[in-house]
């Protein structure tokens, strides 16, 4: 199994929005030039990707075990997990507003409202992906809630 | 060092040597910290269930490969890279 990090599936996001030389990667991704190069060679190790006149292209014909490893739910739990404590790390570590949590208690109605103010944020959000930018400008966001006892639940199982 | 010799030359290692031999090579290589941390581990590996250790292997790997994507390791890419650049 090949567990993708989010440095290979940001390099892979990049390259699939179009082909790019490696400067151009590192341009759209703001990563580390050496650690650019070490992500893209990984890749081209797998042939995920292919070189083209010293560009790289996102290679359209992988196999099926590619494919499933790339959709592997677990690696993909793992992947985001590493995203989301680095957001919460800025958040509890290094005093950064960016995120917020919060544990409130709601009654029924005020669960009504709040998802129908969520459903408004996720139409706003469905209406942004056809912005085009740099892969590096790209904004996480998280929403969402969930009870107390079934995530304690989960954690338990 | 005579038994090690003996070693590098094809002679049998028994367990409590390998045991041994891997016990001294650990103290020596890691802080008390670290051995703390793989004891932990192992107790972990030993109590958990398959699908929190799985967990705990797919983050172990991934952190792996961040180390080596930080490192230079790779010389090709990076030198045509700066090259260019």
Redesign the interface.
Same mark, same amino acid.
């Given at each position: 199994m090949y567990?993708? $990090?989010i440095?290979e599936r940001m390099i892979l996001e990049s390259i699939r929005k179009s082909e790019k030389t +490696?400067?151009q990667i590192?341009e759209d991704t703001a990563m580390e030039?050496? +650690?650019?190069?070490?992500?893209?060679?990984?890749l081209l190790a797998k042939s995920l990707v292919s070189t083209k006149s010293n560009k790289f292209t996102l290679n359209k014909n992988l196999n099926a075990q590619i494919i499933e490893e790339l959709q592997n739910k677990?690696?993909q $739990?793992?992947?985001m997990?590493?995203l989301v404590r680095e957001c919460i790390q800025g958040s509890l570590l290094r005093g950064e507003s960016t995120f917020q949590f919060m544990k409130v208690y709601m009654s029924e109605e005020e669960k009504k409202i709040l998802n129908a103010m969520l459903y408004n944020i996720e139409t706003f959000i469905d209406g942004l992906k056809k912005n085009k930018g740099k892969t590096k400008d790209e904004t996480f966001i998280f929403w969402g809630g969930d009870t107390y006892a079934k995530a304690v639940t989960h954690y338990l199982n | 060092m005579t038994r090690i010799f003996r070693l590098f030359n094809g002679s049998e290692m028994k367990m409590s040597e390998y045991e041994a031999f891997e016990k001294t090579i650990i103290q020596r290589t890691l802080s008390s910290g670290q051995i703390n941390l793989m004891i932990k581990i192992e107790d972990f590996l030993l109590k958990t269930n398959a699908k929190d250790a799985e967990f705990l292997q797919i983050e172990i790997e991934q952190q792996l490969k961040k180390i080596e994507f930080k490192s230079t390791r790779f010389a090709y890419l990076h030198e045509k890279s700066s090259v260019s650049n």
């Amino acid at each position: 199994m090949y567990n993708f $990090t989010i440095l290979e599936r940001m390099i892979l996001e990049s390259i699939r929005k179009s082909e790019k030389t +490696i400067e151009q990667i590192q341009e759209d991704t703001a990563m580390e030039s050496h +650690i650019c190069a070490n992500v893209v060679q990984s890749l081209l190790a797998k042939s995920l990707v292919s070189t083209k006149s010293n560009k790289f292209t996102l290679n359209k014909n992988l196999n099926a075990q590619i494919i499933e490893e790339l959709q592997n739910k677990k690696n993909q $739990t793992v992947e985001m997990n590493a995203l989301v404590r680095e957001c919460i790390q800025g958040s509890l570590l290094r005093g950064e507003s960016t995120f917020q949590f919060m544990k409130v208690y709601m009654s029924e109605e005020e669960k009504k409202i709040l998802n129908a103010m969520l459903y408004n944020i996720e139409t706003f959000i469905d209406g942004l992906k056809k912005n085009k930018g740099k892969t590096k400008d790209e904004t996480f966001i998280f929403w969402g809630g969930d009870t107390y006892a079934k995530a304690v639940t989960h954690y338990l199982n | 060092m005579t038994r090690i010799f003996r070693l590098f030359n094809g002679s049998e290692m028994k367990m409590s040597e390998y045991e041994a031999f891997e016990k001294t090579i650990i103290q020596r290589t890691l802080s008390s910290g670290q051995i703390n941390l793989m004891i932990k581990i192992e107790d972990f590996l030993l109590k958990t269930n398959a699908k929190d250790a799985e967990f705990l292997q797919i983050e172990i790997e991934q952190q792996l490969k961040k180390i080596e994507f930080k490192s230079t390791r790779f010389a090709y890419l990076h030198e045509k890279s700066s090259v260019s650049n």
